[in-house]
């Protein structure tokens, strides 16, 4: 994600391991599936919903969003706006996502699993005892 030379890009997960669950997800749909092997091409996210059904989505978005300063101009117009609105006290990142992407490409980086989405303490509990399941 670092060496991303994208002003703005995402990570998403491609296993669609959401898929047919009640779990709940940030899924996106992107301008085309995850590869089954590695590959060289160049993705963008197309939208974020947490509503998009299974055969929308492409992927899960995994929390991870970096900005290059031109990026960072751009996200920092996004929340001003977004918070100006009248639901902006209530927006979600959903929100600011579908907003850069509708002005600016934003990459995806596609990744396959082995990643734990942390909302609350008791996810960093479980996260910390697969750390320390992995270890030893």
Not at 29 to 49: G, T
Not at 58 to 64: A, F, M, Y
Not at 68 to 81: F, I, M, P, V
Request: glycine share 8%; proline share 4%; hydrophobic share 50%.
């Amino acid at each position: 994600l670092l060496a991303s030379t994208a002003e703005l890009a995402v990570v998403v997960d491609g296993s669609r391991s959401f898929a047919g669950s009640a779990r709940p997800a940030d899924r996106v749909r992107v301008s085309a599936p995850a590869p089954r092997f590695y590959e060289e091409a160049e993705f963008r996210l197309m939208e974020v919903r947490a509503d998009l059904p299974d055969d929308a989505a492409d992927g899960e978005w995994i929390g991870l969003l970096y900005a290059s300063r031109a990026g960072a101009a751009l996200l920092r117009e996004g929340l001003d706006e977004i918070m100006a609105s009248p639901a902006g006290r209530t927006a979600g990142m959903e929100t600011l996502l579908n907003w850069l992407a509708a002005r600016a490409p934003v990459q995806v980086l596609y990744v396959h699993g082995d990643w734990i989405d942390i909302d609350r303490l008791a996810d960093l509990g479980r996260a910390l005892l697969v750390q320390d399941l992995h270890a030893g």
